[in-house]
């Protein structure tokens, strides 16, 4: 497998023409987050709205409006049952990001039915969280138009892969995602990802990582790279290496890194490793 070392960072991450207008680095639009795990998609949206994408809409729980607007007045809002104004959002996006925090009851499962039929070609699509687990629940299958981006944990992965954990190896996961059609981001303790028939492992991380919504940041970081930089598969690789490059330099005086700790630094972090 191929490194992914720092070397990424400056292929990608380009330094900000002086005519750029937010409409140049993107729409995303984020679904999850019901009621219980509004936490889920507020920490997936700071992710994307720190990462520099130019329009963040996060469509969620009503109990979420509050809470999203207090932390994060950059992101726009849209209530998950208000299907009529969801929609054109989700058609204009550049990238959809489903499933932090999503849950599994049958109103997220309508909702993830919805934004699979609604994605197309020129998107793409980070499917995370509980969607995955729906996905293999209800044999969904992936659009055939967008691009497509899994971010599973292991135990996503068997399920929406059918390869055990104690299977999974760079052969089998490799093989998985050639099926699927689809990037995969495998995260571990060496998080791997698996495109176009190549697999790639993370060279960063940290244990101070192992905390609730790490997960739900590194969506929100891989939907922002991808909605600002051309090159998809690259945006895919910058945003795992910076996702846990930014945790090791916190976790060198910390003994746990906070994923919102992560989203604050990116502006600083892409600064400093744009390309000239």
Not at 106 to 111: G, V, W
Not at 254 to 276: D, E, G, R, T, W
């Amino acid at each position: 497998m191929e490194k992914i070392t720092a070397d990424i960072l400056k292929q990608v991450i380009r330094k900000r023409p002086k005519n750029s207008f937010k409409g140049t680095y993107g729409k995303i639009a984020l679904v999850g987050g019901s009621k219980n795990f509004g936490g889920a998609i507020i920490m997936a949206t700071m992710a994307a709205v720190y990462s520099g994408a130019g329009l963040v809409t996060t469509i969620t729980d009503g109990s979420n409006q509050s809470s999203l607007h207090s932390l994060l007045p950059e992101a726009m809002f849209v209530d998950w049952r208000d299907e009529v104004s969801a929609k054109p959002i989700l058609d204009a996006a550049t990238v959809i990001v489903v499933g932090p925090g999503l849950g599994t009851q049958p109103y997220s499962l309508r909702l993830l039915k919805g934004v699979l039929k609604i994605a197309h070609q020129g998107q793409v699509l980070v499917i995370d969280g509980s969607a995955l687990t729906l996905m293999a629940k209800n044999n969904l299958a992936l659009p055939k138009g967008s691009l497509n981006v899994l971010t599973p944990h292991q135990m996503e992965w068997q399920r929406i892969s059918g390869v055990k954990i104690a299977d999974q190896n760079p052969e089998t996961n490799l093989a998985a995602a050639n099926k699927l059609n689809a990037i995969a981001v495998v995260k571990s303790s060496q998080t791997e990802v698996f495109i176009n028939g190549k697999g790639y492992q993370n060279t960063s991380g940290s244990p101070a990582q192992a905390v609730g919504g790490m997960g739900d940041t590194l969506a929100g970081i891989v939907g922002g790279f991808t909605a600002q930089f051309e090159d998809t598969p690259k945006a895919v690789l910058a945003a795992v290496y910076t996702h846990s490059a930014i945790a090791d330099e916190i976790a060198k005086d910390h003994y746990i890194v906070l994923p919102h700790q992560i989203s604050q630094a990116l502006p600083k972090f892409m600064f400093k490793n744009q390309s000239n």
